[in-house]
């Protein structure tokens, strides 16, 4: 996707057992260069109902290195603070970088730590953006293998400024429940489109599908704006 903070985050209905990934409404994207800054709010809405809200900033600190941090709250129905990240990321090429993605939550007595690939590839009108982590949980009550995931969303654009894309989240829980058998493999679909303002705003949309148990009542909407400043 071709703006500088691209898709992220999580709806906070599903986040108790989402990896410390960016994820639904899209992986994160390509490097935003260095000196320049990018804030992204984003909103989720369940049909509890309930309004998530996250905002991330992200700044390039080089031409290769750049540090990400956000927060996640519930305000509806109540109000809570229910995450804090913080994500560093180097870019070996311009399509390729790797990340350290860390996930606090509030009452809890562990911090999610994923290391992560993500690659941003394009061919023509068509773009692959794509993510693949393992989020363990250390600290607190010790280790917890956590889960792996993958975040692959092909996009087309139909004009310059906007497209339509496919996010699949598959999941797979590797935690251990003492020989109690569970559903470990989980995924959903997230069918949205993006669209730009003079390369400077940007705007996306999304509903987010479970396909593993797939409840109706569980399909949620996510947006999110981003701007962008500075650079050299």
Not at 58 to 71: R, T
Not at 73 to 100: C, I, K, N, Q
Request: charged letters at 10%; one cysteine or more.
């Amino acid at each position: 996707m071709r703006c500088p903070l691209l898709f992220a985050a999580a709806a906070l209905a599903l986040v108790a057992s989402a990896p410390a990934s960016a994820a639904p409404l899209n992986p994160w994207g390509v490097h935003v260069g260095k000196g320049v800054f990018a804030l992204t709010p984003f909103l989720y809405v369940d049909q509890t109902p309930g309004l998530y809200p996250y905002v991330y900033g992200q700044y390039g600190i080089s031409d290769k290195f750049e540090l990400l941090g956000g927060v996640g709250a519930t305000v509806v129905p109540g109000f809570s603070f229910d995450s804090v990240e913080l994500m560093p990321r180097y870019f070996f090429t311009e399509s390729t970088g790797v990340a350290l993605h860390a996930t606090y939550v509030p009452g809890d007595d562990g911090i999610t730590l994923a290391p992560e690939y993500h690659g941003v590839y394009t061919l023509g009108p068509i773009e692959l953006t794509a993510n693949a982590g393992w989020a363990p949980t250390l600290g607190g009550s010790g280790f917890s293998a956590g889960e792996v995931f993958a975040k692959v969303a092909p996009e087309w654009y139909f004009t310059e400024a906007s497209s339509v894309f496919l996010e699949v989240n598959p999941s797979y829980d590797l935690v251990d429940y003492g020989g109690v058998e569970v559903d470990r493999f989980s995924m959903e679909v997230v069918p949205g489109v993006s669209t730009s303002i003079n390369e400077t705003h940007y705007f996306a949309f999304g509903v987010g599908i479970p396909v593993t148990g797939f409840d109706p009542t569980a399909i949620y909407g996510g947006m999110w704006y981003s701007i962008a400043f500075g650079g050299e």
